[in-house]
């Protein structure tokens, strides 16, 4: 009786017309285009320092990890691993975490680094983009001692700007810490801004490569100091719909005598 009840059903359904046909069509190829907008979203050292001002998705979760290699000025090189979280906390609000292990935490330590300290971030995006305007967003962050060789917790405030100008996109970005513990030596208010532009690699219009590539000054670590200033380039591939690899060549070119003449960056990020 179960088995003649479907096949009834199933006689009395009706097969698509062409049109549903071609709305299914249309449904199965927008979905890679769809996934393909996290691509674009950079987030610091995803793989360069800059940002963008649109936040993940509402609930969409992104995972990452890379390993860094810094070789340095007179030797002393340093590495490690790097992870982060995001999540789509509400529309426009995302919320995440980062952390860095390095070699040499004590005197990485000196140059402003640290291993092990836990960044908490909420990134807000105040205005979307428009054929006019760019998009804005808000973002504030606390950084804990966690580390090894830390001191005090930090608290950093800024914004992010993103203006797209067909296959290519500018970004801006501006921050202020507040150092809750420092050395006599020390800056206690620390400033950096950034800006980068990232395209995609493939004349006809392909999204699985992006091309990045940026720079970024900040105020020395110590009072009277020379400002830092680190040039980046990178590229962002994707290895499945939600999957992309990325990675990052850059070089400061200003302060210390043990700066980083060459910092290669490789990771891997997934989107649930």
Same mark, same amino acid.
């Given at each position: 009786m179960v088995s003649r009840a479907g096949e009834s059903v199933a006689a009395r359904r009706p097969g698509l017309s062409p049109l549903g046909v071609l709305a299914l069509a249309a449904l199965f190829l927008a979905a890679p285009s769809a996934r393909a907008q996290f691509l674009s979203n950079l987030e610091p050292e995803r793989p360069i320092d800059v940002e963008d001002a649109t936040p993940i998705p509402f609930r969409a979760v992104s995972a990452a990890v890379d390993w860094t290699y810094n070789f340095r000025k007179g030797g002393l090189n340093d590495q490690g691993p790097g992870f982060s979280i995001l999540y789509g906390a509400l529309r426009n609000l995302e919320v995440g975490a980062a952390d860095r292990y390095v070699t040499r935490p004590g005197r990485n330590a000196l140059r402003g680094i640290s291993s092990g300290d836990l960044e908490l971030h909420a990134l807000y995006g105040v205005l979307s983009e428009t054929?006019?305007?760019?998009?804005?967003?808000?973002?504030?962050?606390?950084? =804990?001692?966690?580390?090894?060789?830390? +001191?005090?917790?930090? #608290?950093? /405030?800024? &914004?992010?700007?993103? !203006? $797209?100008?067909?296959?290519?996109?500018?970004?801006?970005?501006?921050?202020?810490?507040?150092?809750?513990?420092?050395?006599?030596?020390?800056?206690?208010?620390?400033?950096?801004?950034?800006?980068?532009?990232? =395209?995609?690699?493939?004349?006809?219009? +392909?999204?699985?490569? #992006?091309? /990045?590539? &940026?720079?970024?000054? !900040? $105020?020395?670590?110590?009072?009277?100091?020379?400002?830092?200033?680190?040039?980046?380039?990178?590229?962002?591939?994707r290895i499945g719909i939600q999957t992309i690899l990325f990675g990052s060549l850059g070089s400061q070119v200003a302060d210390g005598s043990d700066r980083p003449r060459l910092r290669i960056r490789l990771g891997i990020s997934h989107v649930f």
């Open positions: 054929e006019r305007y760019p998009a804005v967003a808000a973002r504030i962050g606390v950084v =804990f001692p966690t580390g090894l060789d830390s +001191r005090g917790t930090d #608290l950093e /405030l800024g &914004g992010a700007l993103t !203006r $797209s100008f067909n296959s290519i996109r500018l970004h801006g970005n501006f921050q202020w810490t507040r150092l809750g513990d420092r050395l006599p030596t020390e800056r206690s208010n620390r400033l950096e801004g950034g800006l980068a532009i990232d =395209f995609l690699a493939s004349p006809e219009g +392909r999204t699985d490569t #992006l091309l /990045l590539a &940026g720079v970024t000054v !900040r $105020s020395s670590l110590v009072r009277n100091g020379d400002d830092v200033v680190t040039i980046e380039a990178g590229a962002r591939q």
